[in-house]
C-alpha cells in the first residue's frame, strides 16, 4: 500500500490551457473523491465516485471541468480553458466505507498566470 | 459553502502553552473528523468522534463531540513546535457520501 498518489504535484500554465490531473487511489478503496482547497481554507468537494460510476457533483463544478474514472481505479479531472480563479490545490481522496477515514494525496498545485 | 465554521482563524502560540479550537455548524453530523495539514501536503486523519459528548484524547491533543452533535472542539496542552500546521474538522452526516470540511485553524507554535 503505497498511499494515495497525484501527479503532477505542481502545474503552471497559461490561461485558457487545458490541465489534466491524475490521481491513483489505494487499491482497495473503491471510493474516490476530489477536492479544491484554496490557500489557508478547508477543502470543498468537487465530486464523488463510487468504482466508476460518478455519483455526486458540486455545483462549484462548472462545465469545464470533468472528471473520469473508467475502469474504477485511478481517475483524472480535466479543466478546459483554465482561468485565474481555477488556481488551488486539488486534492484526491479514497476511502472504502462511507464516513470512514479518508486518505488524501499530497495534491496538485495548480497556478494559472 | 462552508457548513463548519472553525474558530480560531489563525493562532500564534508559544511552546508549552495551552490552546483549543472550536467547530460549529448548525447542522447535525453522525460523526466529525479532525485532520492536520501541512504546507504542499494532504490533511491527515487525527481521529473521528462518533457519539454527542464523546471524548478522545490523543497524547496532548483532547477532542469532544458536542452532546448535539453539531459542534466539536480540539484543546493541546503544552503545545509544541511539531503542532504547527492547518487543522480541519470535517462532518460526515450520512445522507451525502462526502466529508464537509470546517474552514480551518492555521497553528503556529514559535519557540
Known amino acids: 500500500d503505497t498511499g494515495v498518489s497525484q501527479n503532477p504535484r505542481h502545474k503552471i500554465t497559461k490561461r485558457g490551457q487545458n490541465v489534466t490531473f491524475r490521481c491513483d487511489p489505494i487499491?482497495?478503496?473503491?471510493?474516490l473523491y476530489w477536492y479544491r482547497q484554496t490557500l489557508g481554507q478547508g477543502p470543498e468537494f468537487l465530486t464523488y465516485?463510487?468504482?466508476?460510476?460518478?455519483?455526486?457533483k458540486s455545483r462549484l463544478l462548472s462545465d469545464r471541468f470533468s472528471a473520469e474514472r473508467p475502469k474504477g481505479s485511478f481517475s483524472t479531472l480535466e479543466i478546459q480553458r483554465t482561468e485565474q480563479g481555477d488556481s488551488a490545490m486539488y486534492l484526491c481522496?479514497?476511502?472504502?466505507?462511507?464516513?470512514?477515514?479518508?486518505?488524501f494525496g499530497s495534491g496538485t498545485r495548480l497556478t494559472v498566470v | 459553502t462552508q457548513l463548519l465554521e472553525q474558530s480560531p482563524q489563525f493562532l500564534s502560540i508559544q511552546e508549552g502553552e495551552n490552546l483549543t479550537v472550536y467547530c460549529n455548524s448548525s447542522?447535525?453530523?453522525?460523526?466529525l473528523q479532525w485532520y492536520r495539514q501541512e504546507p504542499g501536503e494532504g490533511p491527515v486523519l487525527l481521529v473521528t468522534?462518533?457519539?454527542?459528548?464523546e471524548v478522545k484524547k490523543l497524547k496532548r491533543l483532547t477532542f469532544q463531540f458536542g452532546d448535539a452533535r453539531k459542534d466539536s472542539s480540539l484543546h493541546i496542552t503544552a503545545a509544541q513546535p511539531g503542532d504547527t500546521g492547518l487543522y480541519l474538522c470535517?462532518?460526515?452526516?450520512?445522507?451525502?457520501?462526502?466529508?464537509?470540511f470546517g474552514t480551518g485553524t492555521r497553528l503556529q507554535v514559535t519557540l
Open positions: 465516485f463510487q468504482n466508476e460510476a460518478q455519483l455526486e
Open positions: 487499491s482497495e478503496h473503491n471510493r
Open positions: 470535517a462532518g460526515y452526516t450520512g445522507t451525502a457520501s462526502k466529508l464537509t
Open positions: 447542522s447535525v453530523f453522525s460523526s
Open positions: 481522496a479514497s476511502s472504502s466505507i462511507p464516513g470512514s477515514r479518508y486518505t
Open positions: 468522534v462518533v457519539t454527542g459528548g
